[in-house]
């Protein structure tokens, strides 16, 4: 049976040339970059090739990135080193629906005391930017607000929200895991101190990613102990993960226009024929910029686990929500903050498209389902 992955937005295949740049530093390149003699060097070289390739995706220089194990690291990174810098500032805003590598940090220092302000959305996924402008007070170390929303797809204006925190003087962190390679970021322009991503959503591997500093942004090392990535993050490097995280990131620096064009039809249809051959169903961010790639749809009187499984049985891979929750049967948090409600939300569906999908993976998916759904609300009924 032919398998069809629809799950991008929690990770993505490794291209085959990500691989074969990750293969030298399994092999004979293993040296220590830390190292002086020529084993390390060839290592330290590599990773600096790498910080390259993923400064010309950011659009920025170099020096301004410092790599993490992922994405769930660069944001704890990211809020540590803004509350170190200014102990004695002690709110924060963030909004409802970041991701869990946001939102659990936040709720551990709301325990430490500090004042934790979670911005609503409205039903549509958009951010009220005059609520946040008023949400800013002199005590304000930090907004953290995310690019990109992982399950609905929405997009919110990084731009503006930076600068409402550069006319307030306070820090902005951005959770761009998502937005790579699927939205153009041009990160020497931009009003953002710290952002964001990882390597194995933009078909790199997983365990790497990386963390952009403004040269102004403060910085405390979140990892302690030696010298590496210029003190600012410890442990003997990924080499393998860097080297791969590099080559992903030079294959997607022509991708963002490239994918919404190829993308975007995709997610289309997928919509037009499930709206137009499925009664009772909502799509979960409709008339919001969104990622070209993401579709989330919720059936009414139906379950989300039910569906993920009788679609994985017939060769089709979707999730409900973020993976980091999908062992969690509770609806998501994001769709309760948008307040769908119950009876659609309960059967939620997030499709994720990738560069490898095709049309004919599409039809195949939108033939199958009105059936699936159909039984599913039946045997509910009975």
Sequence with gaps: MKRIYFDNNATTQVLPEVREAMLPYLGD????????????????????????????????????????????????????????????????????????????????????????????????GALDCDALAAAIRPDTVLVSLMGANNETGVLWPIERIGELCREKGVLYHCDAVQMLGKVSLDLDHLPVDYLSAAGHKIHGPKGIGALYLKRTAPVTPFVMGADQEEGRRAGTENLPGIAGFGKACECAVSAPNDFHKRIAPLRDRLEEGIVRDIPEVMINGKGMPRLANTLNVSFRYCSSAGLIQELDEKGIAVSAHSACQSGDLDPSHVLAAMKVPEEYRHGTLRISLGRLNTLDEVEYLLDILPGIVAKFRQEMAI
Aim: one cysteine or more; a negative charge.
């Design 29 to 124: 390149r293993f040296g220590n970059p830390s190292s002086i003699h020529h084993f390390g060097e060839e290592a330290r070289w590599g990773i600096e090739e790498a910080r390259q390739q993923v400064a010309s995706l950011f659009h920025c220089q170099p020096g301004m990135l410092v790599f993490t194990s992922g994405g769930s690291e660069a944001n704890n990174f990211a809020i540590w080193s803004a509350i170190q810098a200014y102990p004695d500032k002690k709110h924060i805003i963030s909004s409802q629906v970041e991701h869990a590598s946001v939102l659990r940090p936040l709720h551990f220092l709301k325990s430490q005391g500090y004042d934790i302000e979670l911005l609503p959305v409205d039903t549509s």
